[in-house]
T-cell receptor, first 113, second 111 residues
Framework: NAGVMQNPRHLVRRRGQEARLRCSPM?????VYWYRQLPEEGLKFMVY????????ESGMPKERFSAEFPKEGPSILRIQQVVRGDSAAYFC???????????FGSGTRLTVV | KNEVEQSPQNLTAQEGEFITINCSYS?????LHWLQQHPGGGIVSLFM???GKKKHGRLIATINIQEKHSSLHITASHPRDSAVYIC?????????????FGKGTHLIIQP
C-alpha cells in the first residue's frame, strides 16, 4: 500500500518556464492538499481538492498558480512563468473522506535559476 | 488572527533525556497534528488528536482543549530523534480547510 507519491523529487526550472508537480494520493484517499515550505519559513496551506473539485484555494497566489485533481490520474500543481521566489519545497498530503488522518508525500524541491 | 505558537524554537539535549515540546493555539480547533521532518526530508505524521492523550512507542502527545494547548513528549531520547517537530491545527468553524502550522521546534539529541 504505497503512500503519497510525489514526483519529481527535485525540479530545476529557469525563470519564465512552467513547473508541473504531481501528487498521487494514498489508495482510498479522496482528499488532496498542497502546502509550500519556503526556505527558512514554515509550511503554508495552498489548496484543498477533491476529485474534479477545488474545495478551498484560499492559500494559492492569485496569479500563475493553479491546481487540479482530475477524475483519473494524479493531482497537478502548476506554476506558470516561474520566478526565483517560487523556489521552495512543495508538499502534498492526502486524507480519507472522513479526514481523520493525514499522510504526506516526500515533497518536490523546486529550484528556479 | 489564528496562530499556532510552539516552544521552544530550538532544543538541544543529551541522549536519554525526557523531551517536551509545547504548542498553543488561539481559537477552537477540530484536530491537532504533530509532525516530524528530518533535514531535507519528507514530513511524517506522528499523531492526530482531538482530545486526551495518545502514545506510540517512546512518543506521547497530549491535548487540553480548554487551555488550547498540546504537548509532545519523547522518553529516553535518542540521536535519531533529532528532527524538526511541527504542530499543526485544523480550525473549526470555517476558514481554510488545510492545516495551519507552527514554526517548528528544532530538536538535536547529542550522543
Amino acid at each position: 500500500n504505497a503512500g503519497v507519491m510525489q514526483n519529481p523529487r527535485h525540479l530545476v526550472r529557469r525563470r519564465g518556464q512552467e513547473a508541473r508537480l504531481r501528487c498521487s494520493p494514498m489508495k482510498g484517499h479522496s482528499h488532496v492538499y498542497w502546502y509550500r515550505q519556503l526556505p527558512e519559513e514554515g509550511l503554508k496551506f495552498m489548496v484543498y481538492l477533491q476529485k474534479e473539485n477545488i474545495i478551498d484555494e484560499s492559500g494559492m497566489p492569485k496569479e500563475r498558480f493553479s491546481a487540479e485533481f482530475p477524475k483519473e490520474g494524479p493531482s497537478i500543481l502548476r506554476i506558470q512563468q516561474v520566478v526565483r521566489g517560487d523556489s521552495a519545497a512543495y508538499f502534498c498530503a492526502s486524507s480519507p473522506p472522513a479526514r481523520d488522518g493525514y499522510t504526506f508525500g516526500s515533497g518536490t524541491r523546486l529550484t528556479v535559476v | 488572527k489564528n496562530e499556532v505558537e510552539q516552544s521552544p524554537q530550538n532544543l538541544t539535549a543529551q541522549e536519554g533525556e525526557f523531551i517536551t515540546i509545547n504548542c498553543s493555539y488561539s481559537v477552537g480547533i477540530s484536530a491537532l497534528h504533530w509532525l516530524q521532518q528530518h533535514p531535507g526530508g519528507g514530513i511524517v505524521s506522528l499523531f492526530m488528536l482531538s482530545s486526551g492523550k495518545k502514545k506510540h512507542g517512546r512518543l506521547i502527545a497530549t491535548i487540553n482543549i480548554q487551555e488550547k494547548h498540546s504537548s509532545l513528549h519523547i522518553t529516553a531520547s535518542h540521536p535519531r530523534d533529532s528532527a524538526v517537530y511541527i504542530c499543526a491545527v485544523i480550525y473549526s468553524g470555517g476558514g481554510a480547510d488545510g492545516l495551519t502550522f507552527g514554526k517548528g521546534t528544532h530538536l538535536i539529541i547529542q550522543p
